[in-house]
């Protein structure tokens, strides 16, 4: 099947099923990843497809937001490897923010049961992995929780983050492009995103290579303001350069 035919079918599966996914294509058409995000890409910049997380979605369907289990669900591998690298970055004793995303939420339980630690969220998730530690000073950030991520957003929360001052800050995104920065589908979610990015003296944002090059509604900020990524090796090189030329820290593992 010549990339024409292949894109066609593409986009008549994704309309049909509201979404398509790289590795469910790549094993249907029998072609590699890699050739399916190239295709995806070139439906998207085309204004057929919409670019999402580990697929694509019909053009117009911006509000499109993946639910907490297939997020968890989604690059399991590459995520264990990148909340293993997190734990680096840990300040001992210290204070941290934990925002609401798989990976974060992986970072989490991945933390040393022996560890002392101050930590404030606003994700559930993170939360009840962390509630039983007595080691850590769990601080659990209240407002309208979103169903979709299990996420407290709105006014409560605003308030809440303007109040602290953590040393890092462990961020997620749905997306992200060197040129449009750090992007989510909702517009409260990305509020509260900035709010936390305000109130810590660091950034580590964590998020696998697939979402390189997406770009969702709601704009949170850009790499002047992150101080690390810590991604997966699937990360494009041409990425990872206009990355680290913004000032951000790329590791790759």
């Known amino acids: 099947m010549y990339a024409p035919e292949r894109r066609q079918e593409i986009l008549r599966l994704a309309h049909e099923a509201g ?17 399916v995000r190239r295709d995806l890409t070139a439906l998207d910049r085309s204004g057929l497809l ?10 117009g369907r911006l509000d499109f937001e993946p639910d907490l ?8 591998d590459e995520k264990h490897r990148i909340a293993a690298a997190a734990l680096a970055e840990i300040p001992d004793g210290g204070s941290v923010v934990l925002d609401a995303g798989s990976t974060v939420a992986r970072l989490a339980a991945a933390i040393p049961a022996d560890a002392v630690l101050t930590v404030v969220t606003h994700a559930l998730p993170v939360a009840a992995r962390l509630a039983g530690r007595t080691g850590i000073d769990l ?13 407290a957003v709105d006014a409560w929360a605003l308030r809440a983050y303007a109040e602290i001052r953590a040393d890092v800050l462990f961020l997620a995104t749905n997306g992200f492009t060197a040129q449009g920065g750090l992007t989510t589908p909702e517009q409260a979610e990305a509020a509260v995103k ?6 810590a003296r660091r950034v ?9 090059g997406q770009e969702h509604f709601a704009r949170f900020g850009s790499f002047a303001d992150i101080d690390m990524l810590i991604t997966d090796t699937g990360l494009d090189p041409a990425h990872q350069a206009s990355i680290g030329a913004a000032g951000t820290e790329v590791v790759l593992v």
Request: aromatic share 2%.
């Open 139 to 151: 601080h659990l950030v209240g407002g309208r929780v979103r169903h979709r991520t299990r996420a």
């Open 19 to 35: 979404s398509v996914d790289v590795l469910s294509l790549a094993d249907r058409f029998q072609v590699t990843a890699e050739t």
């Open 194 to 199: 900035r709010a936390a990015m305000a109130a």
């Open 50 to 59: 919409r670019r999402v997380h580990g697929g694509a979605i019909p053009a």
């Open 69 to 76: 289990t297939e997020r968890e669900a989604t690059a399991a």
């Open 204 to 212: 580590v944002l964590l998020a696998d290579s697939a979402k390189a």
